[in-house]
């Protein structure tokens, strides 16, 4: 198993985006501290909100990069550069891995630069994950969503993802609101079922 890991940490998928721009997928290094950071002080507040972790402070996005171990979390970065040449981290996309009687699957979480979205570059991260999550012999993958986000929820049922369950109640926002969270599961293998 130790060389899929080898293998994974030099991860990586090109793509050239309709404006001509080049996006890498990649995992996240230790010298991306400061482009991460920079990928979410740039984000809305109403981005951040369904976070699980506080993403607007620094020093929390930084404890992700001074704690990488990919076979705890894989991040997967999404990084652009521009028609002037600038490079930049634009996305982020993590496979958050169990241990023991769920060492079978991981949950999933992303974030697009808002510039970013609706080019599908979160479609190709998701199979990209998704294609990491095979290699390292997983089962299932999660992902929450706060139940509000329908163009979300539709766009992962699109992937092949099916709701799981809705779980009533379950995210408080800041301002004291209680919302529903919804799970949903892919599996990667197919189970027989049969005796």
Known sequence: MGDVWEQLAHYRKMKTLPDGSRLLLRPLSEKDKAALVDLFARALEEDLRYFRDDAADRTV???WVDNLNLQKVYPL???VDDARGQTRIVGDATLHFRERHHRHLAWVRIFLDRTYRRRGIGALMLRSLIEIARTVGLQQLYIEVVSTQHDVIKALLDMGF???VT???YFM???GDT???AVLGLKLV???GGF
């Open 179 to 181: 919302l529903d969270m």
């Open 190 to 192: 197919e189970q027989s």
């Open 162 to 164: 099916q709701h799981d």
């Open 167 to 169: 779980l009533h109640d």
């Open 61 to 63: 996005v930084e404890s």
């Open 173 to 175: 926002t800041s301002e």
């Open 77 to 79: 970065v999404a990084v």
